[in-house]
C-alpha cells in the first residue's frame, strides 16, 4: 500500500527557512518519481519541485529556483525540500506525490498518490 506522510510545515517569518519531509512507504523511490507541489487559497495546485526515480533529475519551477533544493535519502525511502528566504507568496499547502512512472516533469495529472498535506505560513 503506497502512503506518502508530509511533515516540517509551520510558521516562519520572511527570510527564513524550513524542510519539508516526506516519508514514502509502499514502494521504493528507485521506482517512482516524488514530487512537491503547493496549493494557496483560490489558486490552482502548481508544482514546486519534482525528482525522477532512477537519475535523480530535478526540475523546479521559476518562482523557486535558487531557494528551494529537493534531495531524497534512499535509506530512509524519504524525500525533503529545503526551502530558504521564504517569501509570504510561499504561503501554501504543500503536498508530496508519487509518479509510477518515474518521470521529472512536475505534471500534476501524472501524480498517482498523494500525501496529506503540511501548512506553510509565511509572515511577519
Known amino acids: 500500500q503506497v502512503q506518502l506522510v508530509e511533515s516540517g510545515g509551520g510558521l516562519v517569518q520572511p527570510g527564513g527557512s524550513l524542510r519539508l519531509s516526506c516519508a514514502a512507504s509502499?514502494?521504493?523511490?528507485?521506482?517512482?518519481?516524488i514530487g512537491w507541489f503547493r496549493q494557496a487559497p483560490g489558486k490552482e495546485r502548481e508544482g514546486v519541485s519534482c525528482?525522477?526515480?532512477?537519475?535523480?533529475?530535478?526540475n523546479y519551477a521559476d518562482s523557486v529556483k535558487g531557494r528551494f533544493t529537493i534531495s531524497k535519502d534512499k535509506a530512509k525511502n524519504t524525500v525533503y525540500l529545503q526551502m530558504n528566504s521564504l517569501k509570504p507568496e510561499d504561503t501554501a499547502v504543500y503536498y508530496c506525490?508519487?509518479?509510477?512512472?518515474?518521470?521529472?516533469?512536475?505534471?500534476?495529472?501524472?501524480?498517482?498518490?498523494w500525501g496529506q498535506g503540511t501548512q506553510v505560513t509565511v509572515s511577519s
Open positions: 509502499g514502494f521504493s523511490l528507485d521506482d517512482y518519481a
Open positions: 506525490a508519487a509518479d509510477p512512472g518515474g518521470r521529472w516533469a512536475c505534471v500534476v495529472d501524472d501524480y498517482d498518490y
Open positions: 525528482i525522477s526515480s532512477h537519475h535523480g533529475s530535478t
